[in-house]
């Protein structure tokens, strides 16, 4: 049993695309099986994810301001916002399905800036973590990113069905804010790489 | 060319030497526990049937109304994309371009190259552009999103029947067949293998030209 080694210290670079273990002495910077670039890490993971998670937790206070769409009945509208559906799923007594719109579009979102947040605290303080806990926080976040589409599907269905003239369902601003948050933290959490996790560690 | 005998976790980095693993087995990166390969059993034949099935599902699910309902006798029904056209009609076209892209272009795309891929492989003929659709595929994956949009669907449902009784059409199960074969095709899809074949076919064609 060998020691446990960074590929990197090795003098390897695996490729991002395909999987392919490159030796790094000839300089080559292309795969020599897919022809994509070669990068030993992320470039510029850290600058990157934390300017887009800046950008999304900005729009992420107008995505839960504004109304996320307007139920317009004979003439008199009712703005709702996303806290504002849950709360009136849940009074009308569909409580697993307000759960669950509860967690994907309020809790999902908002744990996810906290913990993209602290992941990048945690590479650029060079903390001394659990690297094995923190990675399964990093694939967590990342697996579950795609699940805060809920709200905007929702919207694109109920926007085409009910649109019968004097009852009509109309999106509001913070739907696009919302989508951004979302594309954004996506974007996110695919430039951070949790090799720095491990990359930090003194004694492993 | 730097073949070597090992391999590295994509996600710690560890250096490794590959296991050589029988369908049915899976291999986890022993520092940071990330599953790093599980071949299956005939995997390029059945990504190529899941990726014709899944191609040929896609246009009912597409075209075909989802659902209906009926409000003081009027009657609406709504199709994948004229959810999109009714966004795009309400000057909301950024949302209408994500909700496009997520639930239509992309899957679409990603069946295409699977099938284009799958079917390479399967016959054994070579192309240039192999090696691109691959990568274009693998990067694809995660935006993906129409098992999102069924859950979407579901709260939509249950919004709805406050409002009027909802009525079911050929587009739903359509598409409900089409998230049942694209996870299948994903996890069917053994990623190494693919790759493995696609190099090997570059040799072949390079020895014989």
């Known amino acids: 049993m060998q020691a446990k080694t960074n590929a990197l210290s090795q003098g390897f670079i695996r490729c991002d695309d395909c999987g392919f273990l490159v030796k790094t002495g000839n300089h080559s910077l292309s795969c020599p099986r897919c022809n994509s670039h070669l990068h030993a890490r992320h470039p510029h993971s850290l600058q990157r994810t934390s300017a887009l998670l800046f950008s999304s937790f900005l729009l992420y206070i107008p995505a839960n301001i504004f109304p996320i769409m307007t139920v317009n009945q004979f003439g008199a509208g009712d703005p709702h916002t996303i806290a504002g559906g849950i709360v009136e799923l849940i009074d009308s007594g569909m409580i697993p399905i307000g759960l669950l719109v509860l967690v994907a579009s309020i809790l999902v979102p908002s744990s996810k800036l906290i913990g993209i947040g602290l992941l990048l605290l945690c590479t650029h303080f060079r903390w001394q973590i659990n690297a094995r806990r923190w990675t399964v926080m990093y694939r967590i976040i990342a697996f579950v990113g795609r699940w805060s589409m809920l709200d905007i599907f929702m919207i694109s269905i109920l926007v085409d069905l009910v649109n019968f003239g004097e009852v009509q369902i109309i999106a509001g601003p913070a739907a696009t804010a919302f989508a951004a948050v979302v594309i954004l933290t996506m974007f996110a959490a695919e430039n951070f790489d949790p090799r720095l996790l491990w990359d930090n560690q003194k004694n492993l | ?209």
């Open chain 2, 1 to 209: 060319m730097n073949s070597t005998n090992y391999d590295a976790c994509p996600e710690c980095d560890l250096l490794l030497k590959p296991a050589q693993l029988k369908i049915g087995e899976k291999a986890h990166c022993p520092r940071c526990g990330l599953l790093l390969s599980r071949p299956r059993k005939q995997s390029i034949e059945r990504t190529f049937a899941l990726s014709i099935t899944g191609f040929i599902l896609f246009f009912p699910s597409v075209l075909l109304p989802m659902m209906g309902i009926t409000v003081l006798g009027d009657a609406n029904t709504g199709t994948l994309l004229s959810g999109v056209i009714a966004l795009f009609n309400e000057n909301m076209w950024p949302v209408a371009i994500v909700v496009f892209l997520a639930s239509i272009m992309f899957p679409l795309v990603h069946i295409s190259l699977s099938l284009l891929i799958s079917g390479h492989l399967y016959f054994k003929r070579s192309n240039r552009y192999l090696v691109t659709w691959m990568r274009w595929m693998y990067h694809l994956d995660e935006w993906i999103m129409l098992e999102v949009y069924m859950l979407g669907i579901i709260v939509a449902c249950v919004k709805l029947m406050a409002i009027a009784p909802l009525k079911f059409g050929w587009g739903l199960y359509a598409f409900i067949a089409l998230i049942i074969i694209t996870t299948l095709l994903t996890s069917n899809l053994d990623n190494r293998l693919f790759w493995q074949r696609i190099e090997q076919l570059r040799k072949e064609n390079n020895n014989a030209s």
